[in-house]
């Protein structure tokens, strides 16, 4: 009975120990499947925000590894950042950051204790940056650090930041923590900031952030942001991003009771006519009938005596919605001599981007003009058209016609739009555009459309530029300028002559 009742306990303990490793076992490979999916996820919501997987992870195994392979210390981490920073390596700081978020929790103590204690902005900014990336991939809601001293210093030292990089951080820092708070203060700094740049990193950072809250901030820039260049601004972002979704939000804004501004009409049409020719409308039922309502109140607008800068958006809405009827009247505007010049060279790019030979003619016409810009507009068209096209009759425009208008703007010394015009001959890449460059670089130096004649022979990399820049160079009476951009140039044929000859 005694042995019955050992084999039985044996019997059982080795079958609790099978069934404990079988449940062990699915348990762990539970475990490593929710750790891939949250791996996949964290890479997703990296790559959004410009960070890869850390160094020494391969990619492949990435999904496996949500740690580095090799643990870097912060504190070499930060001698590489100083270091990246002196040599103005912008990747390398990136790369440094990504080292920072990847170490994931186990740095986050340092580097709070670094940031209270740092004295530079940049390096703060850095670390703040970090410690918001890490915050976003934890998952949580809050961060009482971030709340108490992160934010608080990124609103406190935005008004002494002149640097770009930084400014650009410290936005993408608030984006990525999310907040409510965070993203309505990128929103204001773009409302109240004079510089372009300033702009279009609160943009940037308000585009990338995983956010419902940032889209509607967006949305309601869109709408109603009191400058309307800011307003252009805010198009770009949804050009990247034309979701049904989004299709579906800026439709209501159109189609609501009141009804938008003029001004926001036309960017909206504009804007949905762009989304909707990226392929967003399957069968074309909802782009027809938009296009319907919108295309005869642009055409009102561009006819109309409002400001320049509506009637180029709503010129602009219709070459975005390009149907027949959009298509005729920017056809229209091309010929119209009365038109203003720079709506007039809209719709000739347009025109050619399309491949419409038709606007040849109009365009040749515009090269007799006594408008010096509407002369270097024209030429940009027929160049887009030759590319497009490849016509000989297009190319031939271009060398009998075009390089002498264009030379003769250069002797002139028209210099308004002497960079334009020297640029323009150079992508004519023909040999009298060649040697209308050459003759206009030899004139007196006084010229002040020589130094970009110079410049622009270096598109032709050719022992005949070469001769002639050499010989130019050795002139004792130009200037140290022409001088330093003639032997600059000389020196970038020449490597490019050594490049195609080996």
Do not use: C
Request: overall charge negative; cysteine-free.
């Amino acid at each position: 009975m005694r042995r019955f009742y050992m084999e039985f306990l044996l019997t059982t303990l080795v079958f609790a120990h099978v069934l404990f490793g079988v449940i062990w076992f699915r348990a762990r490979s539970r475990l490593r499947e929710v750790e891939q999916v949250a791996a996949k996820e964290n890479r997703e919501r990296l790559a959004k925000i410009g960070v890869t997987a850390p160094r020494g992870v391969p990619p492949e195994e990435s999904e496996e590894i949500p740690e580095p392979a090799v643990e870097i210390p912060v504190e070499v981490i930060f001698e590489r950042i100083a270091k990246a920073r002196k040599n103005n390596d912008l990747s390398g700081i990136e790369r440094e950051i990504a080292d920072l978020v990847a170490a994931g929790g186990r740095a986050v103590p340092l580097l709070q204790e670094r940031f209270k204690s740092s004295l530079s902005d940049n390096e703060k900014i850095i670390i703040a940056l970090a410690l918001a990336r890490i915050f976003l991939l934890s998952g949580a809601e809050r961060d009482e650090f971030f709340e108490k001293f992160v934010l608080p210093y990124l609103k406190d030292v935005f008004a002494r930041l002149t640097d770009y990089q930084d400014i650009a951080r410290a936005f993408q820092a608030a984006a990525a923590y999310g907040t409510d708070e965070a993203l309505k203060w990128i929103a204001e700094r773009f409302t109240s900031a004079e510089r372009g740049d300033v702009k279009k990193a609160a943009l940037r950072a308000l585009a990338d952030a995983e956010s419902d809250l940032a889209e509607d901030i967006l949305f309601d820039l869109l709408e109603n942001a009191k400058d309307y260049t800011d307003r252009r601004r805010v198009v770009g972002v949804f050009l990247e991003n034309p979701s049904p979704e989004n299709i579906e939000r800026i439709k209501e804004m159109l189609e609501k009771e009141p009804p938008p501004s003029v001004a926001t009409r036309i960017l909206l049409a504009g804007l949905l006519g762009a989304m909707y020719r990226q392929g967003a409308d399957g069968d074309g039922t909802d782009f027809n009938a938009f296009a319907e309502r919108e295309v005869p109140f642009l055409t009102d607008m561009v006819n109309s005596k409002r400001t320049d800068a509506l009637r180029r958006d709503a010129l602009q809405s219709l070459i975005n919605i390009w149907t027949d009827d959009a298509q005729a009247v920017v056809s229209r505007v091309l010929s119209d001599e009365g038109q203003r010049v720079e709506l007039r060279i809209l719709a000739g790019k347009a025109l050619a981007s399309h491949g419409q030979i038709s606007a040849l003619e109009p365009l040749q016409k515009m090269l007799d003009s006594g408008n010096p810009r509407a002369r270097v507009g024209a030429v940009e068209a027929i160049l887009i058209l030759k590319a497009e096209t490849g016509d000989p009759n297009v190319e031939a425009v271009l060398d009998e016609k075009a390089v002498a208008v264009l030379k003769a703007m250069l002797l002139k010394r028209e210099t308004a739009y002497a960079r334009n015009a020297a640029t323009a001959l150079a992508a004519i890449g023909s040999t009298k555009a060649r040697d209308a460059l050459i003759e206009i670089m030899n004139t007196a130096p006084a010229n002040p459309a020589i130094i970009q004649t110079i410049r622009a022979l270096g598109a032709f990399a050719d022992a005949e530029a070469a001769a002639a820049l050499e010989d130019y160079a050795s002139k004792e009476y130009i200037s140290p300028a022409l001088r330093k951009a003639a032997s600059e140039t000389l020196a970038r044929i020449r490597n490019e002559l050594k490049r195609k000859n080996h």
